[in-house]
């Protein structure tokens, strides 16, 4: 590893120290790795969506919007190879250690009992599709956050890698594979990404009906719901991408933005998608709401860059992990629909669970 790549983590690992809100992050399919240092630990909310800044929004509306202005922050990078995070696996380090908290059986008779209700739900016809998810909670020593970061960026080279810490808020950290929305110069673009497999080495594979029906309820969504604020929309057929140890279905969507001030409607119209939230939103809102018994708090809401260089770049927070008190709580989830077959429901959230067990362990 090269000295300036050393120096770079050392800095990273300095901020972690500090206590001062920060976020370090590599987009999808590029090597810079940037950071954002906030220089007080004063909690700043998104006030306006003409602010730019680093923002970290939560899943439901009225969580608290966190933002890192550009005006309050350092901010330094560097370009990080995969031999550079190579080098540091090879040096010999003490193995995490990982106590679940609740016995996986309670979990998994609770999370089949909630699909099963869901699915009751949706027969009635008041919804197409719902996303019903999870916490997973591991007690764990000797985990050493710099070193499951760069594990993220080796493992995940075409998803959102980042690790966020404010101390009103907590540390979080992730590799999502899911863009919310960029925007740049009035272009924009955005995702349809549903549908769940292990890889298993080509993203040449079959997908059930149940799954392409899922992931036509996001396209279409999306589409509806762009009409007043895009034009000139064009849409990729449907195609499978791998994250990691799985694949999806994802179909790209982009377009031009009516006017300057559409970004906010824009933003407010897909979040949250049908990938995290179902269809109609605001049923789907609803019934998790009342019915998944915990907060999400920013698992399944959004962060990213917003109108920096004059580029928003907005990703949907998922594949996360929050670390607080030697507690990991891993956030997993799937989406229900009248097809959906609660036991396999379960076994989904388990692939989805164990690939961030793996990354902490």
Known sequence: MSKEIIAFFNEIEGVLSSKLPFVAFRKPDEEMVGVFMQQTKELHELKSYNEAGFVFVPFCSQGKKVIFPYESCNYFSASVLDADLLESDKMEREQPRFIAIEELSDLKEKHISLVQKCVDFIKTKEAKKIVLSRKEMLQYGNLNVLNTFKKMLKIYKNAFVYLW?????????????????????????????????????????????????????????????????VENMEVTEPFTVQA?????????????????????????????TPAVCGLPKAVAEAFILQNENYDRSYYSGYLGELNLNERTSLFVNLRCVELENNLASIYVGGGITADSIPENEWEETVSKAEVMKKVLS
């Not at 009906?209 to 309820?217: A, F, G, L, P, S």
């Open 165 to 229: 810490f404010h101390p009103e808020i907590g540390l979080w950290m992730g590799a999502t594979p899911e863009k919310l929305l960029t925007s740049f110069e009035g272009n924009f673009k955005t995702m349809a990404l549903a549908g769940t497999q292990k890889y298993t080495g080509t993203t040449n594979v079959d997908w059930e009906i149940k799954e392409k029906k899922e992931q036509q309820y996001v396209t279409e969504f999306i589409l509806e719901n762009l009409k007043e604020s």
């Open 244 to 272: 990691g140890s799985l694949v999806h279905i994802r179909t790209d969507i982009s377009g031009k933005l009516k006017s300057a001030n559409s970004l906010e409607k824009l933003i407010n119209a897909l979040h949250p």
